[in-house]
């Protein structure tokens, strides 16, 4: 069974910039799309940035030219770099497939951007 674990976030001032890792433990193979999601308070859970296993990237609009998503095949592990952070931005952010074949969820990391 796949589990991901999330880390990196903190409380953060806007303009600051993070770094977020995803470990994914029991994958067998690298041929998924790896994806960011977030969720803040009171809001669905949303994707936030995806790359394939050829590198192709895509992002959300509101994040476009601020974050950036990477992966490292050989260590299952994925990353979110995220600058220019804005309030808007805080929210607990996971990772998964980008697929309606989700694997299980993992905790989820707190971003929060407040001055």
């Known amino acids: 069974q796949v589990q991901l674990v999330e880390s990196g976030g903190a409380v953060v001032q806007p303009g600051t910039s993070l770094r977020l890792s995803c470990a994914a433990s029991g994958v067998i193979d690298s041929a998924y799309t790896m994806a960011w999601y977030r969720r803040a308070p009171g809001q669905q859970r949303e994707w936030v940035a995806f790359?394939?296993?050829?590198?192709?990237?895509d992002y959300r609009h509101s994040v476009k030219g601020r974050f950036t998503i990477s992966r490292d095949n050989a260590k299952n592990t994925a990353y979110l770099q995220m600058n220019n952070l804005k309030p808007e931005d805080t929210a607990v952010y996971y990772c998964?497939?980008?697929?309606?074949?989700?694997?299980?969820w993992g905790q989820g990391t707190q971003v929060t951007v407040s001055s």
């Open positions: 998964n497939k980008f697929s309606t074949d989700l694997w299980p």
């Open positions: 790359m394939n296993s050829f590198g192709a990237t």
